[in-house]
């Protein structure tokens, strides 16, 4: 009986050991774990933020944070950083657990698949009348156009990517060209550029003077588009479109797939100072508008010029693709009204000139023109004119974006596999379409079949 | 019952996480691959349309069955060869072998995705190891993971560095092996070949096979160095069908639709693994 006492005993001590480890454990997880919240002001509702701008980005937003959290009394923004490569998954699966952010940054160009999946909330039911109206009538082309999906708004801009041509004057000076006298087609870029190729002793290339590359980039250019807004069409097979692949491939075809790819995979990352442009391995480059930023913190002193992409004959001029961050308030936030607060004062929606001064810290385009004129916009502007050229191309109407389907994640991936496929030689670039529009039409097929929306 | 509940309540951490982890995932994952399921609304029946979109209008679902076959079918029976042969080196009387062992294990200890950025760069073809190496031999190496013949091969290729695992349980396998077995060998004067055909071999399939089953299966569910190194590039060569389950899924938000392939994989592979369990009869040989 005593024995059995004592066994009795003994086991509920090793039950509340147990439970005492593990409650400890439990514990001092949490408080390891929670050690980084951040406190939220007496009366003020919290507003969790979820952007992807790290490294030298990370600073300017928790800046602009900052900014906005001393603005006004009501709310307290809490930034986190998310990685890019988990950035979709964790929204996808914060909204499926109920607990998604009050607004989040977003770079894939998925809105029209989220927003008619129900992952994200139209933010026009947020908007007063007066703040359309500034969006629709006074944002740049490209801005009133983007994040729309079934008349229903569900990311809106925050900073819009373009691209133009960077060049290297002094590479046009060493050979004998005179960088004030830009070519002024596309076809005569690639005549430079082969003056400005250069070789090693067994051919292999050390410089690349031109080659355009990414079929979307120059689609734009030969007046072709993804997408009919009139007719709210996809389309792929264009002359237009078909044009601008098979003048991509036959640039290509000068230096041989394999000597690119070659030449492509012995080069640095491009963050930093570490872009091949700036070590002066490519002459004429076609890239994005994040650059000058980057070059004037990275390379203050190179000389380098921008200017919009030249047409080729028959095409048209300032002309361009634009990928575009945006932000979107989550189904199932907590705070979407303290989300969309936040939105207008980052973006500018509310004030314009008030946000001007936020841009320049990350070198974006602003969304409206009045912020890119106010007097802390042209500061900036004159430290970096080559940024100038971005701004024009701007206001232009000739700019290509993801179409607003409900597939177009898989229509961009197609879209890259197209390009590829007809990059490689595996397919004749008129093969390469109309593969790629049987491919789409297949895909559009099985969506109707399975009830998804068109 | 009553008598055992310590210990169930000690290992309840498991059994809920496996309950709610596993078990209710695995259930689930059957019913959404007859539905219509984005992860966000709730799932639409659509009865077998997933499954009959899938073999009747989805070429990669095919493409990347065939991609993952061609793998399992190359990558296994490589893995099986290097890491028997491995074994069968570090197992002879040398000094120092402790110290190759420990060499050849280490590649299998290091995470993949560790692995999948090294080889990023050995594979590079103009500033890698490999290439460099053969420019050497006057050479000129292909352009490993950008180049649509060479891109699986490559993988394949890579996955020989982690077979230092195998290699470890082949080894135990061979210290298995009584020793009389050799002596009788040797006293009627048999060759080092033939002992190692007629005796080291076949008592060590029990291990080859319990390899080539875990081999097959993880050559099914290959996907992180693909989703690393090549994204299912160039032109789908290296398409896994993990991979493209997971496109399906996570970037396409189909869920339905990669419930069905995940149900087919599981199928493919159940299949595959009792076809190899009723050979073993054949080739398998136990002790006793």
Not at chain 1, 94 to 106: F, I, Q, T
Not at chain 1, 160 to 178: I, K, S
Not at chain 1, 195 to 205: A, C, G
């Amino acid at each position: 009986m005593k024995a059995e006492e004592n066994g009795t005993s003994t086991r509920r001590q090793w039950i509340r050991n147990a439970v005492g480890i593990t409650a400890a454990t439990a514990l001092g997880g949490y408080a390891a774990f929670s050690g980084g919240a951040r406190r939220i002001r007496k009366g003020r509702k919290e507003v969790r933020l979820w952007h992807l701008l790290g490294a030298e980005w990370l600073e300017p937003v928790e800046r602009a944070v900052a900014r906005y959290n001393e603005s006004q009394s009501r709310y307290e923004v809490v930034p986190l950083l998310i990685t890019d490569s988990e950035a979709d998954s964790k929204l996808l699966l914060s909204v499926a657990g109920n607990d998604p952010p009050d607004v989040m940054l977003v770079w894939t160009q998925g809105t029209s698949v989220w927003g008619s999946g129900g992952l994200l909330q139209p933010l026009d039911t947020f908007m007063t009348p007066e703040e359309r109206q500034r969006f629709l009538t006074e944002a740049y082309p490209v801005v009133r156009k983007s994040g729309w999906y079934r008349g229903h708004l569900y990311g809106i801009t925050m900073g819009f990517d373009l691209f133009v041509c960077y060049y290297r004057p002094e590479h046009f000076r060493e050979a004998g060209l005179d960088p004030d006298r830009f070519p002024a087609t596309l076809e005569e870029v690639v005549e430079v550029g082969k003056k400005l190729d250069r070789f090693d002793s067994s051919k292999h290339i050390t410089r690349l003077g031109f080659l355009p590359q990414t079929w979307e980039n120059y689609v734009a250019s030969f007046g072709g588009n993804f997408y009919d807004e009139k007719t709210g069409q996809v389309t792929l097979n264009t002359p237009e479109n078909l044009r601008a692949l098979e003048f991509l491939v036959e640039t290509r075809k000068r230096l041989g797939l394999n000597e690119v790819i070659r030449f492509q995979s012995g080069l640095p990352s491009d963050s930093g100072a570490s872009w091949p442009f700036i070590s002066g391995t490519f002459s004429i480059t076609v890239d994005g508008e994040w650059r000058v930023e980057q070059m004037r913190r990275s390379a203050p002193k190179l000389e380098y010029r921008t200017i919009p992409i030249p047409p080729p004959a028959g095409g048209k001029s300032l002309a361009s693709f634009s990928s575009i961050n945006y932000l979107v308030i989550p189904r199932g936030a907590r705070n979407p009204e303290g989300g969309w607060e936040f939105t207008k004062f980052w973006t500018g929606l509310d004030d314009p000139e008030a946000a001007a001064e936020f841009f320049p810290w990350y070198g974006w385009m602003p969304l409206f023109p009045r912020s890119a004129k106010t007097p802390v916009y042209e500061a900036w502007l004159k430290t970096v004119p080559q940024y100038r050229t971005f701004l024009r191309v701007a206001e232009s109407e000739n700019i290509v974006t993801t179409p607003p389907v409900p597939y177009q994640l898989y229509l961009m991936d197609w879209i890259t596999r197209a390009d590829d496929l007809a990059m490689r030689g595996t397919l004749t670039p008129r093969q390469a379409l109309e593969q790629l529009e049987a491919d789409v039409a297949r895909e559009r097929q099985r969506r109707r079949d399975l009830g998804y929306a068109e | 019952m009553k008598k055992n509940w310590v210990g169930y309540a000690f290992i309840s951490p498991w059994i809920i996480g496996f309950l709610v982890f596993t078990l209710y995932p695995f259930l689930a994952s059957f019913y959404f691959a007859f539905t219509r399921y984005d992860i966000v609304s709730p799932p639409h029946w659509v009865g077998m349309t997933n499954y009959r979109m899938l073999f009747t209008t989805d070429p990669q679902f095919w493409k990347a069955l065939g991609v993952t076959f061609r793998f399992a079918a190359c990558a296994v029976p490589l893995g099986v060869v290097l890491g028997v042969g491995l074994a069968l080196l570090l197992n002879l009387n040398l000094r120092g072998m402790s110290l190759f062992r420990t060499i050849f294990y280490l590649p299998s200890i290091v995470p993949t995705i560790a692995t999948a950025f090294v080889f990023l760069w050995i594979l590079n073809p103009e500033i890698g190891l490999v290439n460099r190496l053969l420019k050497n031999f006057g050479i000129e190496g292909p352009a490993w993971l950008q180049d649509t013949a060479w891109a699986p091969w490559s993988l394949v290729l890579m996955s020989l560095w982690g077979v230092g695992g195998s290699m470890v349980i082949y080894l135990a396998g061979l210290k298995d092996i009584p020793t009389h077995l050799y002596e009788a060998a040797i006293i009627d004067g048999a060759s080092p070949f033939q002992r190692l055909r007629h005796i080291t071999l076949p008592m060590l399939t029990p291990v080859i096979f319990f390899n080539v089953v875990m081999g097959v299966i993880g050559a099914f569910q290959y996907f992180t160095e693909a989703y690393v190194m090549t994204r299912g590039g160039p032109e789908d060569s290296t398409l896994f069908y993990a991979l493209y389950l997971f496109q399906r899924a996570w970037r396409y938000l189909d869920m339905g639709y990669a419930s069905a392939m995940a149900w087919i994989l599981f199928l493919v592979v159940m299949v595959l693994t009792s076809l190899i369990f009723r050979s073993q009869r054949r080739w398998v040989h136990y002790e006793g």
